[in-house]
């Protein structure tokens, strides 16, 4: 009776340790990811339409008193952002850049405290009117998810990195909607080399997430846009130069980020009171430019449904980059994933503007300049062309653009390696590493091999 069961063992054993366990396992841990996920979203959803519905009350003149109401409620909310920063810094900002520095064993990530305040933080300062993107948090809500499965499981250190890495890719997918954009960007942003397993199972994890955020959100795209016409040949010279135009404006978007950082890094004040000062802000642009507020969703499909002036647009873009930098140097849980793209269809919308003006293009084609507008500021910002093209295919449910989206990336890259414009996320990689090495108290490197954590 031994020798069957010893046979039974070895075979599991073996099962266990092929490659069709990795990737099922990793299907497993998109679908769990995809759930949370669709939980945070829906908590933001409903987040965003109270502030909504709160500053609709406001508006048609209600007694001061009303809104001074609002103060108190905002520097509750402030004070708990910046607790909850100081007390666990690997939640603050995006953190696709904390579990870049996971992956890399450069940095120590604890899923079971840190996931529920990512989750919390995020709902409560993406919902107060904080120009802050929900994707990036996404990604490392994913990490963390997929920390917690690995955590029931003994897996060696380089599966460990494949499934994480493809945790991560399903947060971008269920944020999204969009799988393959999601295995792309884990793929060109977060690994220097990868290898067909490693694909696999980041392509089941994205299909496994994307399907329960399809259940929920429907199949359709994220953006809700007219039909698109095709762009003319002799309109691709104005292709390329929006491409430059966004690499020059996603360059200083950049440097205002860091920027920003720094601002708040002099600032005498401490960390728990930081981000009470771009929640005070947010209570004036509620009232006078709404739409500045929040991740930017809202604002990318009205451009595509209202016809606003070109003073308008800039205003926009110069209220959306100023207030997303000042959001995010604040050191609370957000992202600028959603906002520099909502930043990249205004210079779209803006420079489409012109040229219909200018009688270059008709006035239909401007949607199809805010969309490229779109993937040429993520390819500046981020510097990761190809994830770009394909997000913006999949949000945008159409690949009628096909040709000059990949134009306007490749423009938008070219410009930002002759201008020396690096990518975001390593820098601000760099900056967490560097703030590490003057907080000694605060490992750096992982402990162990062993166990679920990959710092």
């Avoid at 698109?228 to 950049?254: M, R, Y």
Wanted: aromatic fraction near 10%; charged fraction near 15%.
């Amino acid at each position: 009776m031994g020798k069957p069961k010893t046979q039974i063992e070895t075979a599991i054993r073996h099962w266990y340790s092929s490659r069709l366990a990795v990737v099922l396992e990793s299907i497993l841990i998109g679908f769990i990811v995809g759930f949370v996920i669709v939980l945070f979203r829906i908590l933001l959803s409903r987040a965003d339409s109270l502030r909504h519905w709160i500053y609709g009350i406001l508006l048609p003149g209600k007694p001061w008193y009303w809104t001074a109401a609002l103060v108190p409620i905002l520097i509750l909310i402030g004070l708990f952002l910046g607790w909850a920063a100081k007390a666990r810094p690997m939640i603050k900002g995006s953190g696709i850049p904390q579990v870049k520095g996971a992956l890399s064993r450069e940095l120590s990530l604890n899923w079971a405290p840190e996931l529920p305040l990512k989750l919390i933080t995020g709902v409560l300062g993406l919902g107060a009117g904080l120009s802050l993107g929900r994707e990036g948090p996404s990604i490392q809500i994913g990490a963390y998810v997929g920390m917690g499965v690995l955590s029931l499981f003994r897996r060696p250190y380089g599966e460990r990195k494949f499934l994480i890495t493809a945790a991560s890719a399903a947060g971008v997918s269920a944020a999204f909607n969009a799988p393959l954009a999601g295995v792309l960007f884990v793929l060109e942003e977060m690994q220097s080399s990868f290898t067909p397993l490693m694909i696999a199972c980041a392509m089941g994890a994205s299909m496994a997430a994307d399907t329960v955020a399809g259940y929920f959100f429907g199949l359709g795209p994220v953006f809700d846009f007219r039909h698109i016409t095709l762009l003319p040949i002799h309109a691709f010279p104005w292709v390329v130069l929006l491409g430059v135009l966004c690499a020059l404006l996603g360059d200083l978007f950049k440097r205002l980020l860091y920027g920003a950082l720094d601002f708040y890094d002099k600032l005498v004040i401490p960390q728990v009171i930081r981000p009470i000062l771009p929640l005070m802000v947010s209570i004036p642009l509620g009232f006078f430019l709404f739409d500045v507020t929040g991740g930017g969703h809202g604002l990318i499909e009205s451009l595509s449904g209202t016809n606003r002036t070109l003073t308008m647009i800039i205003i926009l873009l110069a209220g959306k980059m100023l207030f997303t930098v000042f959001s995010f140097g604040s050191g609370t849980s957000g992202g600028i994933f959603l906002p520099l793209l909502a930043c990249g269809a205004l210079t779209g919308a803006g420079l489409g503007k012109l040229l219909t003006g200018w009688g270059f293009i008709q006035d239909a084609q401007t949607l199809n300049f805010m969309i490229l507008g779109m993937a040429a500021f993520f390819a500046a910002v981020v510097k990761a062309p190809v994830t770009g093209i394909v997000l913006i295919l999949e949000m945008s449910g159409s690949f009628n653009h096909m040709v000059s989206l990949v134009l306007v990336a490749l423009s938008a890259f070219v410009t930002t390696d002759v201008i020396a414009s690096r990518p975001v996320y390593a820098v601000l990689l760099e900056r967490i590493l560097q703030n590490k090495k003057r907080q000694p108290d605060v490992p750096e490197k992982p402990e162990s091999d062993g166990g679920y954590e990959l710092g």
